[in-house]
């Protein structure tokens, strides 16, 4: 029997094939083989575009009182990573640092982490989870803030990585005079990131800060 498929979303390779089923408890053996093998393909072609669409997003909103909105802040600090010579890795955590500083503003740190997680290092990981809490040594003047708090890790092996990205890349990057390159600098570099295979980090995700 032909399928009707003129109501389907269109697949991401003509040469797939849908799961003609709606109901998960309906779908047989074959049919989640089938869409795992093509859930792997997919992602890797499709997730780091996902995440660049997060970020471009917001190219054109208005600003809270920074001289620079987040998207030009994210395109800064990705900017100086790889003018630093910073390898690629570093250079896309960069650019994604805070890309829910706006949709998940105290847990954006969390939330970079958990999106890029199972595609980067250990030590980026927890630098995402951590990077706003040493953001406050920067703020001597900000009111009910201990600048002094990072402390509490300070042994752990990633610690320094996160001192220096904070202060190189994070609390340095709102110039409004800074000359950016443009996010399809980094599109290759994010594609990349999200190409390799999955680690499974979910255990770092759930340590408690």
Not at 12 to 39: F, K, T
Not at 147 to 162: A, K, L, S
């Amino acid at each position: 029997m032909t399928l009707d498929t003129s109501r389907y979303d269109r697949l991401a390779d003509p040469a797939w094939r849908y799961v003609d089923q709606i109901a998960l408890e309906d779908l047989s053996r074959a049919d989640w083989l089938l869409l795992e093998a093509q859930r792997s393909a997919y992602l890797a072609s499709q997730q780091g575009d996902q995440a660049l669409r997060l970020l471009r997003a917001s190219e054109h909103d208005p600003c809270f009182g920074y001289m620079v909105n987040n998207y030009r802040h994210s395109l800064q600090s990705a900017t100086m990573a790889l003018r630093d010579g910073r390898e690629e890795e570093d250079v896309v955590v960069a650019l994604l640092h805070d890309v829910g500083f706006i949709a998940c503003p105290l847990l954006h740190g969390d939330f970079a982490a958990t999106l890029l997680g199972a595609y980067v290092s250990e030590r980026n990981v927890w630098m995402l989870r951590h990077h706003a809490t040493f953001q406050n040594l920067h703020a001597p003047n900000l009111p009910g803030v201990n600048r002094h708090e990072r402390e509490r890790w300070r042994g752990n092996p990633h610690f320094d990585w996160t001192a220096e990205f904070v202060a190189r890349y994070d609390q340095a990057a709102s110039d409004p005079h800074y000359p950016c390159e443009p996010l399809e600098t980094f599109v290759p570099m994010v594609r990349n990131i999200f190409a390799r295979p999955p680690v499974d980090r979910r255990s770092i995700l759930k340590e408690t800060a």
